[in-house]
């Protein structure tokens, strides 16, 4: 599902998360992000309130953008996400937060997001295409 092309731009770009709730949608950038050997996508939880609300209220249902603006090549991921407070993801991502910003702010927490779907979203003949 996660092949060499979307893993290279999972781990070079930045994410856009989306979730929605009761009619309302909420996307945010992150920058606090990697893929995991598994091929789970993992994010630091540093200012993500209202993603964490709406993944409890709605399942855990996730959509990640990443795309590369210069090219132009893309991919939308949907999954699942759960939220984890503790262990070695949590801890990394703590130390990485504590160090950008100087102690001034930490995560809190980490999402674990479970890939369901890949769709490219490049321009072309494959837009659209589940990988």
Request: aromatic share 6%; proline share 4%.
């Amino acid at each position: 599902m996660l092949n060499e092309n979307v893993v290279k731009l999972l781990k070079s770009g930045m994410w856009d998360l989306a979730t929605c709730t009761q009619g309302e949608p909420n996307v945010v950038p992150v920058a606090f992000k990697d893929v995991t050997p598994d091929g789970k996508l993992v994010v630091g939880d540093v200012f993500l309130d209202t993603t964490l609300k709406n993944i409890a209220e709605n399942h855990g249902k996730i959509a990640i953008s990443v795309y590369d603006a210069q090219n132009l090549e893309g991919y939308q991921v949907k999954g699942t996400a759960r939220y984890v407070t503790e262990g070695e993801v949590v801890t990394t991502f703590k130390a990485m937060v504590e160090q950008m910003f100087g102690g001034a702010a930490t995560a809190k927490g980490a999402l674990v997001i479970t890939p369901e779907k890949v769709i490219v979203t490049t321009p072309g003949a494959d837009n659209k295409k589940e990988l």
